[in-house]
Nanobody, 112 residues
């Protein structure tokens, strides 16, 4: 059973930073492509960032240069470093394994 657990969300002001973490007790994340998605009420989930098992990364255009996805294989953790946050980044952020398994989500709120 694959279980993904996100953490690191919270309330920040515009321009501040957060780092989200995604870890699993049931799978070695280094074997898989991993994704971060986000969702706002009434909207579909959109992919924010991805990292392949060879550490190739892609980003949503609106977060390029501000967000960084990375892995720490020793900790079996995938991160999403979010800098210069904007109000439009407010959403529930979800970790995804292989475009198949989902975490429970963590709320990110950017507000002054």
């Amino acid at each position: 059973q694959v279980q993904l657990v996100e953490s690191g969300g919270g309330l920040v002001q515009p321009g501040e930073s957060l780092r989200l973490s995604c870890t699993s007790s049931g799978s070695r994340l280094s074997r898989y492509a991993m994704y971060w998605y986000r969702q706002t009420p009434g909207n579909q989930r959109e992919m924010v960032a991805s990292i392949t098992n060879r550490d190739l990364t892609t980003y949503l255009d609106s977060v390029k240069g501000r967000f960084t996805i990375s892995r720490d294989n020793a900790r079996n953790t995938v991160y999403l470093e979010m800098n210069n946050l904007k109000s439009e980044d407010t959403a529930v952020y979800f970790c995804n394994l292989g475009n198949f398994f989902w975490g429970q989500g963590t709320q990110v709120t950017v507000s002054s």
